[in-house]
């Protein structure tokens, strides 16, 4: 599993599915998975900015890797959000026969953030589900690549200033290094 990291708005996604598409791996995304649920209580978490429930997006997470069986790699965006989605991550992955070998971690500053966002117009992309966020990224997210770093998987750090065809092309990099292909 290629596990991709980033503020909201970083091109994790973009970049997720430019990966997935060239290697012609899974790509998961929780954020979408969430969206697709069509579930007005999951709206209402996802409207604030908030995590849903830990046995909400687990779930999710499992039927969507037990549907990648055939494929050699996974590329997942936005999981594990938390140190207890990290640990079921690791744990269930084995169930699945997958760990996780790689973690892209996109960065970029937080003005071209509110910019991105701004000019999305996702129905969550209100200044406060935003504020949100981003709280979440800093507080719970970012400080899980320790718990990673200390399992031994390896995390790179991608500019994610330039275009998408520029990101994609430092990510390949990463990705061939890594000799997952
Ligand atoms: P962004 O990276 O811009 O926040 P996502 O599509 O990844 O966009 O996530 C949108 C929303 O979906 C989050 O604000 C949160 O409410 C919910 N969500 C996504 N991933 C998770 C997760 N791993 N755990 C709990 N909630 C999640």
């Known amino acids: 599993m290629v596990i991709f990291f980033g503020q909201p708005g970083s091109g994790k996604s973009t970049q997720g599915k430019l990966l997935a598409a060239n290697k012609d791996w899974c790509w998961i995304s929780a954020g979408q998975l969430l969206r697709d649920s069509d579930d007005p209580s999951i709206d209402a978490i996802l409207n604030s900015g908030k995590l849903v429930p830990f046995e909400t997006i687990c779930g999710l997470v499992g039927d969507a890797l037990s549907k990648c069986n055939n494929v050699a790699h996974v590329v997942i965006d936005g999981f594990a959000r938390n140190i207890g989605q990290s640990r079921w991550l ?18 970029i500053d937080e003005k071209t953030i509110i910019e991105r966002l701004s000019s999305r117009g996702r129905k969550d992309d209100t200044e406060q589900a935003i504020r949100n966020r981003l709280d979440i ?16 998987i390896k995390i790179v750090y991608i500019d994610g200033s330039g275009t998408p065809e520029q990101v994609h092309v430092q990510i390949m990099k990463e990705v061939e290094l890594c000799k997952l292909a």
């Open 90 to 107: 690791i744990e269930n992955g084995i169930k699945y026969n997958r760990a996780v070998e790689l973690i892209v971690v996109i960065e």
């Open 137 to 152: 990224y800093k507080e719970e997210t970012y400080p899980v690549l320790d718990y990673f770093r200390k399992e031994g």
